[in-house]
């Protein structure tokens, strides 16, 4: 859905996808949009849910329910409920790679 901080540039990024977007509440953004496919695989894949703006105008939150309806021989719907807190912005982060993994391709 994008890469920034900015709820602006996230709320332009689901208006220019066809979102119809709504403010719900000071800093609580409401969207719904259905996405097409161009494979023509899922028949119908829609998105609902909402972008929390925290004090510091940076984005808190962004939850949304995916509801996409597959093509294949029968009906095959999956939906798929997503959750995304985000906080200390600008903080020192360590990232450790997980323990017994193989890395392929080098």
């Known amino acids: 859905m ?4 900015s ?3 996230l709320l332009r990024v689901l208006t220019q996808a066809g979102a119809t977007v709504t403010e719900q509440s000071p800093g609580v953004y409401h969207f719904e949009v259905s996405v097409p496919d161009p ?3 899922i028949v119908a894949d829609r998105l609902v849910g909402e972008v929390t703006v925290g004090a510091d ?3 808190a939150k962004v939850a949304y329910d995916r509801t996409s309806r597959m093509a294949r021989s029968r009906d095959y719907t999956v939906r ?3 959750v995304i807190e ?3 912005y600008g903080l020192p ?3 450790k790679p ?5 890395v392929l391709g080098k």
């Open 2 to 5: 994008g890469a920034s901080a």
């Open 7 to 9: 709820p602006q540039a």
């Open 39 to 41: 494979s023509g695989e």
């Open 57 to 59: 105008d940076r984005i």
């Open 80 to 82: 798929l409920k997503v």
């Open 86 to 88: 985000l906080s200390g």
């Open 93 to 95: 982060v360590q990232v």
């Open 98 to 102: 997980p323990a017994h993994v193989v």
